[in-house]
């Protein structure tokens, strides 16, 4: 619709309003128990932002405050509706989904990651996503086990 049929200050408003949808993974939406309780508190603040946003008098500014609440309404509505709850694991023998894993680099380093969700993925705060290329080598592999990634070698040293 042209913005010349709207009430608004200019196209420029107009395009303001319409952000580009967040990407959706085309990855199963596996989830552990914290990433869905966080899908569903993040849905609730996107709620609180909408709201608070169409509480707004001015109509253009009303629209610029709403456009990110509505996105992120949309987004953490269809990931909580095709969310898959993976219950923990009963054994560590193997990496597995929400398994955290502890491996040394050929470096030195050693580093440990909880493998789980896309959406619940912080590698800053040790979790990494199980479609990401660390995580995919790691999976079904046992202590010991060693694995190749960007020349480097990863031996997995804890499974918990």
Do not use: C, W
Not at 72 to 99: C, H, I, K
Not at 124 to 144: E, H, N, Q
């Amino acid at each position: 619709m042209s913005v010349a049929f709207v009430k608004e200050e200019s196209a420029e408003t107009a395009a303001e309003t319409q952000l580009p949808e967040r990407p959706i993974s085309p990855h199963p939406n596996l989830v552990t128990e914290a990433g869905l309780k966080a899908l569903e508190q993040q849905l609730q603040a996107a709620r609180e932002a909408f709201e608070a946003a169409n509480a707004i008098e001015d109509i253009n500014e009303r629209r610029r405050q709403t456009a990110g609440p509505a996105r992120d309404l949309r987004y953490f509505s269809e990931r909580l509706r095709t969310a898959q709850l993976v219950p923990p694991r009963d054994s560590n023998d193997t990496v597995g989904f929400g398994s955290t894993v502890t491996f040394n680099r050929d470096d030195g380093r050693v580093q440990t990651y909880r493998i789980v969700g896309e959406d619940e993925a912080d590698p800053k705060a040790g979790t990494i996503s199980y479609v990401s290329p660390v995580a995919r080598l790691l999976m079904g592999k046992g202590v010991g086990d060693v694995v190749s990634v960007g020349g480097q070698e990863l031996e997995i040293e804890k499974i918990v």
